[in-house]
């Protein structure tokens, strides 16, 4: 998967995508390849780090009743 953004991805596939851009990158020697890929696992990244975020507040806001406070 080299697509230019991560947007369709489900953060399972995000994932699985950026252990086997690692696992190339351990054995890269192509400069012009190891930049390519570089720049893909930051963009997947990046798309990891929006989803955890997304469903942290999402989960936050589940737990939280009407009054706000926290029900534990």
Aim: aromatic share 6%.
């Amino acid at each position: 998967m080299s697509e230019a953004s991560a947007d369709n991805l489900t953060y399972f596939q995000a994932m699985t995508e950026l252990r086997e851009l690692v696992e190339r990158l351990s054995n890269e020697q192509d400069i012009d390849q190891l930049a390519k890929e570089v720049s893909r696992a930051k963009i997947l990244i990046d798309f990891c780090r929006s989803r955890i975020a997304s469903a942290e507040l999402e989960i936050n806001q589940i737990l939280t009743d009407d009054s706000g406070e926290e029900p534990f």
